[in-house]
């Protein structure tokens, strides 16, 4: 299985509202520290350079960060009770309001033709 490339914004270390020239300089710092190799920096500058492939590189950026691995095991909050939950009182009613719904779907069949006439496409 092919591992998918990391995002040209991640290779470089630049936010999305990087100018050009921040681009290019953060270009020269990446190939310093050697993260990823050459041609992938040269590639991911060459995107973010180009327009319409920032637009891709854009879109497919996560929105969320990556998660990180919890640093300790802290396990004390199992001890501590359960929440309380209650209700609102707009739930109270709430089987006698579907119940209302259920005879609002029954249509007699004279009301059926009425509707039929009146609302027409022909």
Do not use: C, H
Not at 19 to 44: G, L, Q, V, W
Not at 76 to 84: A, G, H, M, V, Y
């Amino acid at each position: 299985m092919k591992e998918s490339a990391p995002n040209p914004y991640d290779v470089i270390g630049v936010t999305q509202t990087a100018s050009n020239a921040e681009i290019t300089k953060s270009f020269a710092m990446a190939m310093k520290r050697r993260e990823y190799p050459p041609d992938e920096i040269a590639k991911a500058r060459k995107s973010l350079m180009n327009p319409e492939d920032r637009i891709t590189a854009d879109y497919l950026r996560p929105i969320l960060p990556t998660i990180q691995r919890f640093k300790r095991q802290d396990f004390t909050e199992l001890n501590e009770p359960s929440p309380i939950v209650e209700w609102l009182p707009e739930f109270d009613r709430l089987d006698e309001a579907l119940n209302a719904m259920n005879d609002i779907e029954r249509v007699s069949d004279v009301d059926r033709q009425i509707g039929l006439a009146l609302f027409s496409l022909d």
